[in-house]
């Protein structure tokens, strides 16, 4: 079983999407620009997207989690691709990832920065693609160093997306979920024995905020916290940690709040093996 939560950034729509079963589970961190070519817009391609991975996967338990995704992307576009301009390099998409526990092993996919922590005997393996910081170079840094909610800050919020959007899904740039099944094939994948397995946890990036932007803990002891806390804990955590810093003072970041999401994998040993 999977326990989830999900908070918008206060003041915002919630483009974040979180979707579970009992060994199974979806978390789509939706990006682009609000209505670029999409009447729909993000929040509306999120869900739609968390969705349709959710039921190419449940209905092929067995199919790699690239064709599952692939799928998924494939049937969102299907459903506006009459409606709505899904060449527009501002349509919208989503980074993605996925945990499925099987008998033998559980799988990790992330397409784009979602990260996909799995905790094994041996310690935490993060599956992430940050292709998307690489691309942008010292741009999130500078946009960093500005204080939130002053037209410098905006202007340079909107030149970094602007980038992003020009760099997005190309050979040279960086991939995310968008309107072509092919991007599913750029993400990052990995499995392990079931054996090995302690917890495990999906992330969108505004709940891993404290150890990467942040740097406040490393990936043991935000898991212990977890843990501790339960996933609309860690998230109030993570709000309170922003909030005793709300111009980015003491931990530089692109924004002051972010769309978090979260699913734990619950550890139920004899549920979980259910289907061997
Ligand atoms: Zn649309």
């Known amino acids: 079983m999977f326990s989830l939560a999900t908070d918008a950034a206060p003041g915002r729509p919630n483009e974040d999407f979180v979707i579970a079963s009992a060994d199974l589970a979806v978390v789509v961190d939706g990006a682009g620009i609000p209505f670029g070519g999409c009447h729909?817009?993000?929040?509306?391609?999120?869900?739609?997207?968390?969705?349709r991975t959710m039921a190419a996967l449940v209905a092929s338990p067995d199919v790699p989690l690239v064709d599952g995704l692939a799928a998924g992307i494939a049937a969102v576009a299907a459903?506006?691709?009459?409606?709505?301009?899904?060449?527009?390099p501002g349509t919208p998409c989503a980074a993605v990832g996925v945990l499925r526990v099987g008998p033998d092993r559980v799988d990790a996919l992330a397409l784009s920065d979602v990260s996909v922590v799995v905790d094994l005997d041996t310690g935490p393996e993060v599956t992430c693609d940050l292709s998307i910081e690489e691309i942008s170079g010292t741009e999130p840094a500078?946009?960093?160093?500005?204080?939130?909610?002053?037209?410098?800050?905006?202007?340079?919020?909107?030149a970094l997306v602007a980038r992003q959007t020009a760099t997005r899904n190309r050979p040279d740039g960086w991939w995310v979920?968008?309107?072509?099944?092919?991007?599913?094939?750029y993400a990052r994948t990995a499995s392990y024995p079931i054996d090995a397995l302690v917890r495990a946890t999906v992330f969108s990036d505004g709940a891993t905020r404290p150890v990467d932007q942040m740097e406040i803990y490393r990936w043991p002891e935000f898991l212990d916290l977890l843990e501790k806390l339960g996933p609309a804990g860690l998230i109030a955590h993570v709000r309170s940690l922003e909030a005793a810093d709300p111009h980015g003072d003491s931990y530089p970041r692109t924004k002051r709040h972010d769309d978090a999401s979260l699913a734990q994998l619950?550890?139920?040993?004899?549920l979980i093996n259910r289907r061997s």
């Open 40 to 51: 729909h817009g993000v929040a509306w391609y999120a869900r739609q997207l968390g969705v």
């Open 79 to 88: 459903l506006h691709v009459d409606t709505c301009d899904l060449t527009n």
């Open 142 to 158: 500078a946009v960093a160093g500005m204080r939130f909610g002053t037209p410098e800050h905006a202007n340079a919020l909107a």
């Open 177 to 185: 979920a968008a309107a072509d099944p092919a991007a599913a094939q």
């Open 266 to 270: 619950m550890l139920d040993k004899p």
